[in-house]
């Protein structure tokens, strides 16, 4: 029964793979024969560290970001209330905005003719966030959106469990931060790993929202491999193939890493 | 230093429940004394619990510990720790560090902690298993690592919030005799909810007896079962004989004659109903001196059985254990000791709560005697 | 990855802590704080879609006023200009296929691996999530040329990548559901009389009700939101929302066109959503009386 999911996924995953990794080392160029070589990464050597650097950078701050502001929000949501009801509704509503429609609205909260810039009547003086040198608008974006994601996510583990182990560490003479340190947090821990995981490796991947509040130059792996991919000459597709090759490799040795914390990290489950 | 526990007009309602969760406690628990919460579920005894634990906060009243009012002060500075129902084991530390929490979040050193946390383990006769993750626990260990993290916490109050009802009865006489003895070690004050009488009775030197957020009665466990304070204090205690008539002079009047109610205790003359446990019934054969009745009944209760018997018309049951054949028709003597026999003046409250058609009824023969008596 | 969800996506706007519960008690400086950052919390939240509110109605907003000069419908013309009524229809459309399809599949999967009908479980769980580890563009980018050349229509293919791209959310959902499913209920349904046919549709089916509704909620924001699948794979063919949202918002001077495109592309999953709260709800299972065990 589970057949037809597993034959499309298998489809699309490995085949998705396959078909890129052949591209990127000329196994299925457009035009003229097939033949193996690795001219695709040659010729993106020198862009493609600073492109992972940039990648890795965004993905690392939007992750730490999300999963600060996030465990916060599970906090207040947790402590319940019209606070915490507050919070988690604004939460539930953050989640089902599209990735490209956060990047518009936060390119008009940030930038220099933005929102912000005007509420505090900043003229000229306005930092460059949108499209600057330090990426923030991107950051914002991730942050804001997946922040709601983890505040549901940890929410929803501490739903469970936390009310019953929180009040026995109270009665076990725990405080307030006692019982935040040593009871709430590692209970979190596994859930927030699973959710850091899949946030970095989602703003590792994704390509609109770096597009659209970023700069032109250095570029995260996906605007390079989309711009390659549109490029006019015929030889910038194995390029572009040969960065979604390096961007896939990234992702899952961060999934591999993720997975192995967890596996050594945890004593139950 | 070991206090004594005081509830003072405690109140407590959840909003959307109609009546109240806690209606008006008023209880005292001496210093090192075991007293048992006992009710039916919904009595309200758990949320009482909660309450002098601080995890809940009262509508009304005040908790004292020691003389000092604890209202303002958090759960965690109480000097409590409870045990519940569900071991509630933190699942990411293992046996040791959990026995070791209360040590760890006091900042006691690590190995300091520890090494306390292990003698505590060889208290609860679980030595060695500190390493072992709690999953890999059994029920009765998981609960015993329970008692030893509260233990190790020094409460100067233990609450026990039905710790062992999930346990299996053999297990439970273990946990029962486990707790008799760390009460001869360690010995702090300890409260302890419970649904069992049973239970109650094994672990506890006192009962405060629940039922829909009032208490009915708080007293030692031989009076709470001899001198129930109402007709619902003792259907609660499981009391299944109760005959009206009439005090006059130390005696009660009714269908069965006049009987001498216990000397120590001035009863109140007017309407009363007698009642008298099951089990201090003595059924004797037909022949013998004391009260005629006839068998009605028989149903067997395991290692005893209940005999039903009519009386002078009233319906009546005494425990009794094997031994004589009887049959339904047999004639028997019933014989029932003064100090068996109470008096509750509570004809209000006869029909109010479940169960109330299921008692022994009077019979129109019955009623006849009790009005001539009257008159 | 396509996007990033929670798969229990049920509101948490209950909590089982009951009111006067000691421990959330605060007072004085502790409690403003507490109020304060559960504000700040709020506005981080809510403040990046301000604009769009702002934006959406506004014909005249010149730097540097902070609030629109002048309101008007200029930005609905230019958005129904450029086709926002067709594209709404075909993210409409795309995000029911993908939820129509991934749904059921996902079911399918998560039954089978719930009652242990699959060989290799572990390794069949790894490829069901390989999605979220997958970068979407990767996908597309390597998978575009095989489609093409065997010739799949440039909609079929989007839906075929999106489905799959749902399917980690369908079907880990379900399988959540089926791991709380308590067999024993179906069990006493076929020992008072009911066939395997009414036990499913009377007993399985209500029951994994709220879990069928989340899933196909997931599956279609997954097909709604979608950007670059439906780039790559779609050729620039099929223009949803996104694209004409990516479209506005890439060039400039059409702010009210961006944020009513925008508030466009939030409105059905926030209906979904409210929906799904309304009637996905699960019965409450235990009332939060006196004595809770």
């Known amino acids: 029964m589970a057949a037809p999911a597993i034959l499309i996924t298998a489809f699309v995953v490995i085949g998705g793979m396959a078909t890129a990794l052949a591209q990127s080392l000329g196994l299925f160029p457009l035009v003229g024969p097939p033949s193996l070589t690795v001219a695709a990464y040659a010729a993106q050597a020198s862009d493609l560290p600073v492109g992972i650097g940039l990648s890795l950078a965004i993905a690392a701050a939007s992750t730490v970001v999300a999963c600060l502001v996030g465990f916060t929000a599970a906090l207040v949501i947790v402590q319940g209330r019209w606070c915490g009801k507050l919070v988690a509704a604004l939460g539930t509503l953050t989640v089902p905005v599209p990735h490209i429609v956060g990047a518009a609205s936060v390119s008009l909260l940030l930038a220099d003719s933005g929102l912000l810039a005007r509420l505090f009547n900043a003229g000229g003086s306005w930092p460059e966030l949108v499209g600057g040198p330090w990426w923030i608008g991107v950051v914002a974006e991730y942050g804001w959106k997946e922040s709601a994601f983890v505040a549901l996510v940890v929410t929803g583990t501490l739903a469970t469990r936390a009310v019953s182990y929180d009040e026995t560490a109270a009665l076990l003479g725990a405080g307030r931060l006692s019982r935040l340190r040593h009871v709430l947090l590692p209970l979190s821990l596994p859930t927030l790993t699973v959710s850091a995981t899949i946030i970095f490796v989602y703003s590792l991947g994704s390509y609109e929202v770096a597009w659209l509040l970023g700069r032109a130059y250095p570029e995260p792996l996906p605007v390079m491999a989309l711009r390659l991919f549109n490029a006019a000459t015929l030889t910038a597709r194995p390029e572009a193939a040969a960065v979604a090759i390096v961007t896939t490799l990234l992702s899952f040795g961060a999934v591999a890493a993720a997975l192995a914390y967890l596996r050594r990290s945890t004593l139950w489950r | 230093m070991i206090p004594a526990v005081r509830v003072e007009g405690l109140s407590k309602s959840f909003p959307g429940t109609g009546a109240p969760v806690l209606d008006d406690v008023n209880l005292t628990v001496e210093a090192r004394s075991c007293t048992a919460l006992l009710g039916p579920s919904g009595a309200g005894k758990s949320t009482l619990l909660r309450a002098i634990s601080g995890l809940e906060r009262p509508d009304a009243g005040r908790v004292l510990v020691g003389g000092q009012d604890m209202a303002g002060v958090g759960p965690e500075h109480r000097g409590m720790a409870m045990v519940q129902q569900r071991p509630l084991l933190f699942p990411h530390l293992n046996v040791l560090d959990n026995v070791a929490f209360a040590g760890t979040v006091r900042g006691v050193a690590k190995r300091a902690a520890r090494a306390d946390a292990a003698g505590f383990l060889e208290l609860v006769q679980l030595a060695g298993f500190g390493p072992r993750p709690v999953a890999a626990l059994s029920g009765g260990q998981a609960q015993r690592v329970a008692i030893a993290r509260a233990l190790a916490a020094r409460p100067a109050v233990l609450l026990l919030d039905e710790p062992f009802s999930a346990l299996d009865p053999e297990l439970r006489s273990v946990m029962h005799d486990l707790l008799a003895q760390l009460r001869r070690s360690v010995n702090p004050t300890v409260l302890m909810v419970t649904h069992d009488r049973s239970e109650a009775a094994a672990v506890a030197e006192k009962i405060a007896l629940f039922s829909g957020g009032r208490m009915l009665q708080h007293d030692s466990v031989e009076r709470m079962y001899s001198r129930p304070v ?82 002078a018309g009233v319906l009546l049951r005494a425990e009794i254990p094997w031994g004589r054949a009887l049959a339904a028709g047999d004639t028997v003597t019933l014989s029932i000791p003064t100090s068996a026999l109470a008096v509750v003046d509570d004809p209000d409250t006869a029909h109010t709560f479940p169960g109330a058609e299921k008692r022994p009824q009077i019979t129109v023969q019955g009623l006849a005697t009790l009005a001539s008596i009257d008159n | 990855m396509a996007l990033t969800l929670p798969p229990d996506s049920r509101t948490p706007l209950s909590w089982p802590v009951r009111p006067g519960n000691g421990l959330r008690a605060s007072h004085g400086i502790a409690r403003t704080l507490r109020v304060l950052l559960a504000l700040a919390l709020a506005l981080w939240l809510v403040l990046p879609l301000v604009p769009l509110a702002l934006w959406a109605f506004a014909d005249r907003w010149s730097f540097p006023a902070v609030l629109p000069q002048a309101w008007g419908w200029g930005g609905v013309r230019a958005a129904l200009a450029q086709g926002a009524v067709p594209a709404f229809g075909r993210s409409l459309l795309l995000g029911l296929l993908v939820s129509a399809v991934a749904t059921p599949l996902g079911v399918l999967a998560a039954r089978a691996l719930a009652y242990r009908r699959v060989p290799l479980a572990p390794a069949v769980n790894v490829l069901l999530f390989a999605p979220l580890a997958l970068p979407a563009f990767v996908a597309a980018l390597g998978l575009n040329v095989l489609l093409l050349r065997v010739q799949v229509p440039p909609f079929a293919g989007v839906v075929l990548l999106l489905t799959v791209y749902a399917l980690p959310y369908t079907s880990y959902t379900m399988r959540v559901a089926y791991g709380a499913h308590d067999l024993a209920v179906e069990e006493e349904a076929r020992l008072l009389g009911a066939s395997a046919w009414q036990v499913m549709w009377r007993v399985q089916l209500p029951l994994l009700a709220p879990a069928l509704a989340r899933a196909a909620f997931l599956a279609f924001l997954v097909g709604w939101s979608d950007y670059v699948i439906t780039v790559l794979v779609g050729g620039g063919t099929i223009v949803t929302v996104p694209l004409l949202v990516a479209a506005a918002a890439a060039g400039t001077g059409n702010d009210a066109t961006v944020a009513l495109l925008s508030a466009a592309a939030l409105l059905p999953p926030l209906v979904l959503l409210l929906v799904l709260g309304l009637f996905g709800r699960r019965p409450r299972s235990h009332q939060t009386n006196g004595d809770v065990k």
Do not use: F, K
């Open chain 2, 230 to 311: 109402s007709l619902e204090a003792s259907r609660l205690m499981g009391g299944a004989n109760e005959i009206p008539g009439t005090v006059r002079n130390g005696c009660h009047h009714s269908a069965l004659g006049a009987l001498r109610l216990p000397g120590d205790t001035t009863w109140p003359p007017g309407p009363g109903i007698l009642l008298v446990r099951q089990e201090s019934i003595e059924v004797g054969p037909g022949n013998g001196p004391g009260l005629h009745a006839t068998v009605s009944g028989l149903r067997v209760l395991g290692p005893r059985r209940l005999v039903s018997v009519d009386a």
